[in-house]
């Protein structure tokens, strides 16, 4: 081993107290990053998931236009044959077609307004976790029968129950006007209120016979197995549908710019927060190699009267440095990792995050999201830090005098 290294090893133990304070100072610094940012990216992940698990699904094909300017008559033809051939398309998941308008719903009693959806019975629970979440009765059966399920506040201010009948009236696609009764089979409680208070669903089979669509619908819903793969799948998607111009393939992002920016946002203040805690490490390692260079001020004089150049001293502290960030970046990086391996398995809850979580759809717990990114990014900005802290010290030899410094007291 270069005899630089061993006596770089050897000053950094004169001060042992001090060495282990500025190394556990790193070592909690990169725990808690390596664990705050698996944590943040498991909760990203948890929040498109549930999000889009819950009705958007991760792609959807559309007319051109409608996303911007739902109008009834902006439909796709033949929905569900295009939904029965993009399910033989390589890697795309679960495929389901849908049509959707505005009507007004009326019970014995009182009228409300509604999102009406046509939805493929047989299909709709692969692509949506809202079939799963009937309270009472049960879900849509056969793509033609003459039923609805409602959201629970909606049955709540219609004061409907499972068996009532309700008549609906909206538009047609032709401008007709499409009117039809359905019998109530079930009721969803998502847990948004929002959703729960408009929504209801019912055959789209039946959808197309009352709004004059013929076969027509308004969108393919595909669901993918994992995030990572919806970039793959659009693109598959649009290659499919090459020929049809007047049909678009939109992703996620598209369809819930929202969420991408509320991502966004939340990890550029976190990394705001990330960076003062880094440049507290990094200020604790100046303090900790300036004092350690001016403690042997004599000792350097004495080395370069002996013929040993400031930029030999300097590369010497840099030596120690190198040596404090590695074993910060090596016990932080291991001790961080374990735990957010350990909690990504186990999961934990975090109290008082109830009310948001059910906005996104997600469970009680957490599960951080152990990655290389996870794992090494926070670390490794610590341990640069460090690095660049010690440029001052070092630099500070280039003007040490031999006579003056021996003198120092």
């Known amino acids: 081993m270069n005899v630089s290294w061993v006596l770089a090893w050897r000053?950094?133990?004169?001060?042992?107290?001090?060495?282990?304070l500025t190394v556990g100072a790193m070592v909690f610094c990169n725990v808690l990053l390596v664990f705050l940012v698996s944590l943040q990216l498991g909760s990203y992940q948890m929040m498109i998931d549930g999000s889009l698990a819950a009705y958007t699904g991760h792609i959807q094909v559309q007319r051109r236009g409608y996303h911007d300017?739902?109008?009834i008559y902006q439909s796709v033809p033949a929905v569900m044959e295009l939904a029965s051939s993009l399910r033989s398309v390589p890697g795309v998941g679960e495929v389901a077609a849908r049509a959707e308008a505005f009507a007004l719903a009326s019970s014995a009693?009182?009228?409300f307004g509604i999102l009406l959806t046509g939805v493929q019975p047989g299909y709709e629970p692969a692509v949506s976790t809202f079939p799963g979440k009937v309270r009472e009765g049960r879900y849509l059966q056969a793509d033609d029968a003459r039923e609805i399920v409602i959201g629970a506040l909606l049955a709540q201010n219609l004061k409907a129950g499972v068996g009532d009948e309700l008549t609906f009236i909206g538009s047609g696609r032709d401008g007709s006007f499409?009117?039809?009764?359905?019998?109530?089979?079930?009721?969803?409680?998502?847990?948004l209120e929002e959703v729960d208070r408009s929504m209801a669903q019912i055959p789209l089979g039946w959808f197309q016979q009352v709004f004059a669509m013929g076969d027509?619908?308004?969108?393919?819903?595909?669901?993918?197995?994992?995030?990572?793969?919806v970039g793959d799948t659009a693109a598959g998607l649009r290659a499919a549908l090459a020929g049809r111009n007047e049909l678009v393939v939109l992703d996620w992002e598209r369809l819930m710019p929202g969420l991408r920016q509320a991502i966004t946002s939340d990890m550029a203040s976190a990394w705001f927060t990330y960076g003062v805690l880094v440049l507290l490490v990094a200020f604790s390692v100046l303090n900790t190699q300036l004092m350690s260079v001016l403690e042997r001020t004599r000792e350097f004089g004495v080395m370069l009267a002996l013929g040993m150049r400031p930029a030999q001293l300097a590369r010497l502290v840099g030596m120690e440095t190198l040596m404090l960030a590695a074993l910060g970046l090596g016990l932080g990086v291991a001790?961080?990792?374990?735990?957010?391996?350990?909690?990504?398995?186990a999961g934990f809850v975090y109290p008082g995050v109830e009310e948001m979580m059910a906005r996104f759809m997600l469970g009680g717990r957490i599960y951080p999201q152990l990655s290389p990114v996870s794992l090494l990014a926070g670390p490794l900005t610590v341990f640069l830090g460090a690095l660049l802290a010690a440029l001052y010290p070092a630099l500070r030899l280039f003007r040490l005098q031999p006579v003056a410094a021996m003198r120092a007291l």
């Open 335 to 345: 001790g961080g990792g374990l735990l957010a391996a350990y909690l990504s398995y």
């Open 178 to 191: 499409a009117a039809a009764v359905a019998t109530v089979v079930g009721i969803l409680d998502t847990g």
């Open 109 to 111: 009693q009182r009228s």
């Open 216 to 229: 027509a619908g308004h969108s393919v819903v595909i669901r993918v197995p994992s995030l990572e793969q």
């Open 11 to 20: 000053n950094i133990w004169r001060h042992r107290r001090r060495t282990w």
């Open 69 to 71: 300017d739902q109008h």
